[in-house]
Nanobody, 119 residues
C-alpha cells in the first residue's frame, strides 16, 4: 500500500515562510503527479499545487507566486515551500499522490500537517 507522511507544519507570522515535506513509501516517479491540498475548518478541500513526473507544475491563483512545489526522486519526497504566508493560508495541509491504474484514477492521501498563520 502507498503511504504518505507529511511534516513541517507549524505556527508562523503573516509574511513568513514555511516548508512542508511529504515522504512517500514508494518511488514518487511511479505516480502521474503529486500535490498538496489544504482544508480549513468549515471549508472545502482546496488544491494548492501539483507536480508531474516531468517536474511541470500547476498552482491556483490563490498561491501562485508565493508557493513552490518540488520533488526529490532520490529521497521520494515532495516539498511545498510557502512564502509570504497569509492568515487565509491557515489549514490542514495534505499530501496527495495521483495515478492511473487500468484506466482508473486513484488518489492517495497523507494524514495532514497543520499550518497556522497569525496576523
Amino acid at each position: 500500500q502507498v503511504q504518505l507522511v507529511e511534516s513541517g507544519g507549524g505556527l508562523v507570522q503573516a509574511g513568513g515562510s514555511l516548508r512542508l515535506s511529504c515522504a512517500a513509501s514508494r518511488s514518487i516517479f511511479s505516480f502521474n503527479s503529486m500535490g498538496w491540498y489544504r482544508q480549513a475548518p468549515g471549508k472545502e478541500r482546496e488544491l494548492v499545487a501539483t507536480i508531474r513526473s516531468d517536474s511541470s507544475t500547476n498552482y491556483p491563483d490563490s498561491v501562485k507566486g508565493r508557493f513552490i512545489i518540488s520533488r526529490d526522486n532520490a529521497k521520494n519526497t515532495v516539498d511545498l515551500q510557502m512564502n509570504s504566508l497569509k492568515p487565509d493560508d491557515t489549514a490542514l495541509y495534505y499530501c496527495n499522490a495521483f495515478m492511473f491504474t487500468n484506466t482508473r484514477a486513484q488518489n492517495y492521501w497523507g494524514q495532514g500537517t497543520q499550518v497556522t498563520v497569525s496576523s
